[in-house]
């Protein structure tokens, strides 16, 4: 019997007893092999010495004082390599402990922010739909999954949504890559517009989809054409990197890639690893210096921000993702894993789209190939294929609702980045016959 309120009440989960490198071990001596690193979380592998050796260093000196009262070398530390490795600009660092509540801080930070240089009727949140930004309140209410979202929606403040950059379905099929970015430009353009230009506070946008939509990019200089206007407007861009930053794409940073330099960032799951919760806003100065020339505060914070073992846990898992030898095997393997994807599954009349960037991939089913139908939500695809992989020894993250909440299904992969061609191989095999397994049912 268990006395925890699990996620799903009534399935037995197996108990995890151990883990090293790609692999978890449960209780009863079975391997799995970690081909979404739980939720993206593991990035620089299991049980890494010298993780483990930071840890312990921490530990041995210091393992909380407030932030309050207190500042840390741990935390100093970490944020210093933060913005040594951020885009240009991005020159502070606030630490929090995990992704959703990086979200909430970049949204008070971002409100806060027109309030202290006086423009205090900015308070519109812009994001997109099918997105997926945390599960707290304002993050839930940001966010655009439909189905995340009902049962709570009377509780949620009020936020407003646009296209998601979604070209397996939504790019017209004589529509260039330009074009489409044009026309998902304008839409957003317009709806500042509809808000009022001098009322909208922030547009939020993952780099990459992760949850929700499975790994979806951007395509051409759609995000170019979305920072000129936040720009044009005063809007601030705020990048949820929570998922797809901090090397799961092949830079440390996600929104390297697209050649956009956010006004906010956030980041967290493989920002510690898993070894510790832990997550991170980054600031432009133009936001750090109205809080320093105005109310001289940030009016925001929790009791575990800026933990001095999760700080030098990640210090050191950060250092880890951007030495040159880590990412080189994230884009080599992620070119593997993509490769073998389409080799085993690209003729499948179940699969629509195999897409992502570096170790970040995502499989969308369909019912048929040639209309892009969906299956019936009732038959719970994404439900069966995960059990499927599980009893073939693979962790994966698929996900019903891909389409509008309801409709479509996907499976997220992305294992840690340390993973070898041996494994990658591995992941290929198996999740095609969970996949096979699961459609046959």
Known sequence: MTRILHRSIGPTLPHAASAQGVYITDTSGRRYLDASGGAAVTSVGHAHPEVLAAMRAQIDNLCYAHTSFFTTDAAEALAEKLVNLAPEGLNYVYLVSGGSEAVEAALKMARQYFVEIGAPQRRHIIARRQSYHGNTIGALATGGNAMRRKQFQPILPETHHVSPCYAYR???????????????????????????????????????????????????????????????????????????????????????????????????????????????????????????????????????????????????????????????????????????????????????????????????????????????????????????????????????????????????????????ADDVDLIIERIADAINAAIAE
Do not use: W
């Open 170 to 420: 939504e790019k017209g099929a004589d529509e260039s890559p330009e074009a489409y970015a044009i026309r998902l430009a304008d839409e957003l353009e317009a709806k500042i517009l509809e808000l009022g230009p001098e009322e909208v506070m922030a547009f939020v946008a993952e780099p990459v989809v992760g949850a929700t939509l499975g790994a979806v990019a951007s395509v051409a200089d759609y995000f170019k054409r979305v920072r000129a206007i936040c720009d044009k407007y005063g809007v601030l861009l705020i990048l949820d990197e929570v998922m797809c930053g901090m090397g799961r794409t092949g830079t440390v940073f996600a929104c390297e890639q697209d050649d956009v330099i956010p006004d906010i960032v956030t980041i967290a799951k493989g920002l510690g690893g898993g070894y510790q919760p832990i997550g991170a806003v980054m600031l432009s100065g133009k936001i750090y210096d109205s809080f320093a020339n105005g109310s001289g505060l940030f009016q925001h914070g929790h009791t575990y921000i800026g933990h001095p073992v999760a700080a030098a846990t990640a210090n050191k898992v950060v250092e880890i993702i951007a030495r040159p030898e880590t990412l080189a095997n994230v884009n080599a393997m992620g070119a593997r894993l993509q490769n073998g994807l389409e080799a085993a599954l690209g003729a499948s009349p179940y699969v629509g789209d195999i897409r992502g960037r570096g170790l970040f991939r995502g499989i969308e089913l369909v019912a048929d190939r040639d209309t892009k139908a969906p299956f019936d939500p009732s038959r719970k695809i994404h439900a069966k294929i995960k059990r499927h992989a599980m009893a073939r020894g693979l962790i994966s993250y698929p996900m019903g609702g891909t389409i509008d909440g309801i409709h479509g299904d996907h499976i997220l992969l992305a294992p840690p980045y340390i993973i070898e």
